[in-house]
């Protein structure tokens, strides 16, 4: 442990850090010496006063200074120093003593002892031990003189001295020498402050300097830009940001090579005047944009900022590179995409304004002057509130609020706009809210469009629609008043004509049962014609009568199974396959949305057809089932073996009364056909055939809203 004053000691501050090493090993060295010298002087000092003194003190003296240097060595080994130090002073002050007094006392050299003494505890103990060991042996200088007068004893002198005298000497030694040992002491306290602050000073500023120089390589080492330095326009330094955006693998590739040869050769005479101006110490431009050249030949846009700074007498250049051919590449497109914007919207048919927070007109596009009149930039900082009629500004103010409070994004209005003439127009526009960085309301951009003209025309829809609704009213009850008259020519064919022909029917009947024996054949034949006319007739009125009932009667839609009702048909239809061999097969048929009872007599009729038409057939064969349509919806058809038709008679076959074979050949009236359309067609279906003569023929329809993929056949019925 250090023992000499420090800096510490007098301005109360901690000890000196571990980096003050060069101040440390003195003070380690100092304190080496001192300790030493006071040991030795301990140990040479027991000796001499084991020699001069009489032996029975010689023993005791020799026990009491070798405990006192075992003592010193126990404390100084485990840590004490300050204590082990005040032992040896304490011992040598004894050591002292007991030889000033063994050598007369206080005169001749004697006092010197206590002098060097005090200079020990300087050293070791400092100042307030130097100043208290001076006061001790002042004392003891004393003592022993008073011991002497007191006792009459007559010390050993070695030299001729009155005591008083020589006590006189110590004192005025010990003041001699304390006040320069302490002078001393705070001079070596300071100028040991002194060194050690500036020590840290320097330490201080080369760490300081050597964490900027760290900083500044690792920027350097690790920026986006290119960083190089150069001389006489060749390169000294490159970072390797540098060699990337080149493409260089290393620096020895670049350092010492001419920086132009690393721009584009049309640059070259720019860039080189550049060079040439710094080179000289004269004004060149510190930023601004040419072309680099790659190691690849490729060319590039590069930034380039410059500065100039001297070193050793030479002045250097720092360049920060940076390569923007994309922001360049980006900036061309963006004036392009202006340039287009501005095409587009000097051109539109349709206006496009911006409104501040105001509400002031900040920006109108040229289309405005086109639809409103006004001239370019009339309207710039006008209210377009005042714009507006009167009687929309509540409700544009209103379609504002959410924009402004940010509870939307855009909306849509039509309102009435004032044109230059004064007149009013009306205009349907398209409002976007513009919101700040903060997301504060800072305005609207607004695409409107005139649409006065489809308000014209919309006006005029309105009124040709009620028109409409009044016409419609008109035939609705006209329509009212022709089936209340249709209904009662029903009622009329159906009981006035029907009463001649059942009159008809009945008679002929009569005259054929009891009278035929009185009747020649001729006659007889002619009243099976009258029969067969009068029945004829009287089906054919219960078909017309079906038939106009038909577009009259409600439908009643409901989900139907259509397989249950192509067998439910197939079944009332019995009585026509008695007797004849008839093969019906049925797919399986998807479910429909329709009236159950019409789309039974669609099957009815149908398969009826099919029946009529196979009566030839020694086999006939019936195929009920579906299929995908070209839109994917289900087709559901019914196809025989029969007598078929001729295609270009096809069109015929749905009509009233159209019929293709004769009456001798299949009975019928034309009906059923035309009833089974006019039921497909109410259901929002269609309806069509397909067949060739004594090939057979098919019957496809459709009913609206059934989609179903296709079935394949079913099992024989």
Not at 531 to 545: E, H, V
Request: aromatic share 6%; glycine share 8%; hydrophobic share 45%.
């Amino acid at each position: 442990m250090n023992t000499i004053p420090r800096a510490s000691e007098s301005s109360g501050q901690d000890s000196l850090s571990p980096r003050d090493e060069t101040h440390d090993r003195a003070v380690k060295l100092l304190d080496t010496i001192v300790w030493r010298l006071a040991v030795s002087i301990l140990a040479s000092g027991a000796i001499v006063v084991a020699v001069v003194a009489e032996k029975l003190l010689t023993l005791a003296f020799s026990a009491v200074a070798l405990g006192l240097l075992l003592g010193v060595y126990l404390l100084r080994k485990r840590g004490h120093a300050r204590l082990a130090s005040v032992l040896l002073v304490a011992g040598l002050w004894l050591i002292m003593t007991v030889f000033v007094a063994t050598a007369g006392g206080l005169r001749g050299l004697t006092p010197m002892l206590y002098i060097a003494l005090t200079v020990v505890a300087a050293l070791l103990l400092g100042r307030v031990a130097a100043n208290v060991t001076a006061g001790v042996c002042l004392l003891t200088g004393l003592a022993l003189i008073v011991a002497e007068l007191a006792t009459g004893l007559s010390l050993p002198r070695l030299f001729e001295m009155p005591a008083m005298a020589g006590w006189a000497v110590l004192a005025f030694s010990l003041v001699m020498v304390v006040g320069p040992v302490n002078m001393a002491l705070r001079d070596l306290a300071s100028a040991l402050a002194l060194a050690r602050l500036r020590l840290e000073e320097r330490q201080q500023l080369a760490e300081t300097l050597q964490e900027s120089q760290a900083q500044l390589r690792l920027i350097f080492d690790h920026s986006r830009d290119a960083i190089g330095v150069a001389c006489r326009g060749v390169h000294l330094v490159v970072n390797p940001a540098y060699l990337q955006m080149f493409g260089y693998r290393t620096a020895e590739d670049l350092i010492g090579a001419p920086i132009l040869n690393l721009i584009a050769p049309e640059e070259r005479a720019r860039i080189g005047e550049y060079v040439a101006l710094r080179a000289n110490g004269q004004p060149a431009p510190t930023e601004y944009v040419t072309r680099g050249l790659r190691k690849n030949g490729e060319t590039f846009d590069l930034e380039v900022a410059a500065s100039v700074y001297e070193l050793r007498g030479e002045r250097h250049t720092l360049v920060i590179l940076r390569d923007i051919s994309e922001r360049a590449a980006a900036e061309m497109a963006l004036r392009k995409s202006e340039a287009l914007l501005r095409l587009v919207t000097d051109n539109m048919i349709d206006t496009i304004s911006y409104v501040d927070a105001a509400g002031r007109l900040a920006y109108t596009s040229p289309s405005v002057s086109r639809v409103y009149g006004y001239p370019p930039g009339a309207l710039a900082g006008a209210s377009g509130y005042e714009l507006i009629h009167p009687d929309d500004r509540d409700r544009l103010t209103a379609a504002f609020q959410p924009l402004i409070a940010g509870q939307a994004a855009s909306t849509q209005l039509v309102y009435r706009y004032r044109h230059a003439r004064g007149e009013y127009r009306w205009i349907e526009s398209s409002i976007n809210a513009v919101r700040d960085q903060d997301g504060q309301y800072a305005g609207a951009v607004i695409a409107s469009r005139d649409v006065t003209e489809r308000k014209r025309a919309e006006e005029e829809v309105l009124r040709l629609n009620a028109e409409l609704e009044q016409r419609v009213k008109e035939r609705t009850a006209q329509l009212e008043t022709a089936n209340q008259e249709l209904e009662a020519f029903s009622y009329s064919v159906s009981h006035d004509l029907r009463a001649p022909l059942r009159s008809m029917d009945g008679f002929s009947r009569i005259l054929l049962d009891e009278h035929r024996h009185q009747l020649d054949p001729q006659a007889a034949r002619y009243l099976e014609i009258i029969r067969q006319s009068a029945q004829r007739m009287s089906q054919l009125i219960d078909d017309l009568l079906a038939f106009s009932r038909l577009s009259r009667q409600p439908l009643n839609k409901k989900r139907v199974d259509m397989a249950d009702l192509a067998r439910q048909a197939l079944a009332n239809l019995e009585a026509e396959r008695s007797g004849r061999q008839v093969d019906v097969v049925i797919g399986a048929l998807p479910e429909s949305q329709g009236d159950r009872a019409l789309l039974l007599q669609v099957w009815t009729n149908l398969i009826s057809n099919a029946l009529k038409f196979t009566r030839k057939r020694a086999t006939a064969r019936i195929e009920i089932g579906s299929q995908v349509g070209a839109r994917g919806e289900a087709v559901y058809f019914v196809r025989d073996n029969g007598a078929g038709f001729d295609m270009r008679y096809a069109d015929k076959l749905f009509g009233v009364f159209q019929r293709l074979h004769s009456a001798s050949e299949y009975e019928g009236t034309g009906v059923g056909l035309a009833i089974v359309k006019g039921i497909i067609s109410r259901h929002g279906g269609s309806i069509w055939a397909e067949g060739q003569v004594e090939q057979g023929a098919a019957f496809y329809f459709t009913v609206a809203g059934t989609d179903a993929p296709a079935t394949p056949a079913g099992d024989p019925v």
